[in-house]
T-cell receptor, first 112, second 111 residues
């Protein structure tokens, strides 16, 4: 079955360390997205990519970096510059010219 | 003011009750999405609407583009419907289908 795989489901890191969250899709979707979810708030867009080797900042990109070397993969790195990295991170993908938004199961990151 | 507002924020009901969750938005959109998030965190897409009404099982979603309003109805609620329901819109912009999300409605159905 096609879908999005995020790993790991839970991640713990010490303050000051960079950490990379994985997102892989086998839906042949062109666009991929990273969202952050905090308690009591709606999801907010971190980065998105419409095509391989290209990506754009979302609303809250500071302290994050991404790459899109393959169509199937869109990893997110949470750097030590991110002031409040503890959150739930969701990856999503969609076709560009038609509808079909698909979400991953999320990664809960805790920085101690 | 958020571009997407949901009401109520929390809702508790008894099994079998008819449930309505509302979503209002302030921007021009190409589509509106209703999503379901269970306690584990993963999100499932329930409906995508650009006009009219859609139905799946006991779920009905309606949208009024002129009034910028959508509703999600659960016709005969069950404890397994307990989840957070999220409204999201696709603004009329070029490029990727970035979504703008409401804060979610936490629904609890008691047996």
């Amino acid at each position: 079955d096609g879908g999005i795989t995020q790993s790991p489901k839970y991640l713990f890191r010490k303050e000051g360390q960079n950490v990379t969250l994985s997102c892989e899709q086998n839906l042949n979707h062109d666009a991929m997205y990273w969202y952050r979810q905090d308690p009591g708030q709606g999801l907010r867009l971190i980065y998105y990519s419409q095509i391989v080797n290209d990506f754009q900042k979302g609303d809250i990109a500071e302290g994050y970096s991404v790459s899109r070397e393959k169509k199937e993969s869109f990893p997110l790195t949470v750097t030590s510059a991110q002031k409040n990295p503890t959150a739930f991170y969701l990856c999503a993908s969609s076709p560009l010219l038609r509808d079909g938004y698909t979400f991953g199961s999320g990664t809960r990151l805790t920085v101690v | 003011k958020n571009e997407v507002e949901q009401s109520p924020q929390n809702l508790t009901a008894q099994e079998g009750e008819f449930i309505t969750i509302n979503c209002s938005y302030s921007v021009g959109i190409s589509a509106l999405h209703w999503l379901q998030q269970h306690p584990g965190g993963g999100i499932v897409s329930l409906f995508m609407l650009s006009s009219g009404k859609k139905k799946h099982g006991g779920l009905i979603a309606t949208i009024n583009i002129q009034e910028k309003h959508s509703s999600l109805h659960i016709t005969a609620s069950h404890p397994r419907d307990s989840a957070v329901y999220i409204c999201a819109v696709s603004p009329l912009i070029q490029g990727a289908q970035k979504l703008v999300f409401g804060q979610g409605t936490r629904l609890t159905i008691n047996p």
